[in-house]
């Protein structure tokens, strides 16, 4: 037991009549763990793409109104 966990084992249980569902569980863990890293990757790249088109959307006004003042006051 103990060195299949320091193997990285998820899990470690003797078998009995639960065996089926508690594989089940796991394996449904696993997969959920994955699903969330790659929505939270999908998020932070999502972000840093914001992040960018707003500096560059500033960047861009902010060279505008130094080199025409006038467009931006009525």
């Given amino acids: 037991k103990i060195e299949a966990l320091n ?5 470690f249980f003797k078998k009995n009549d639960n065996v ?3 594989v089940k569980n796991i394996i ?3 997969i959920s763990k994955k699903k969330l ?3 939270k990757k999908s998020s932070k790249s999502a ?4 992040l960018v ?3 560059g959307l ?3 006004f902010f060279v505008l109104y130094k080199l025409v003042p006038n467009l931006f006051f009525f």
């Avoid at 972000?47 to 914001?50: E, K, L, M, N, Y």
């Fill in 7 to 11: 193997a990285d084992a998820i899990s």
């Fill in 20 to 22: 089926y569902l508690r």
């Fill in 28 to 30: 449904k863990g696993i």
């Fill in 37 to 39: 890293s790659k929505k």
């Fill in 47 to 50: 972000f840093v793409g914001f």
């Fill in 53 to 55: 088109v707003l500096f």
């Fill in 58 to 60: 500033s960047a861009f």
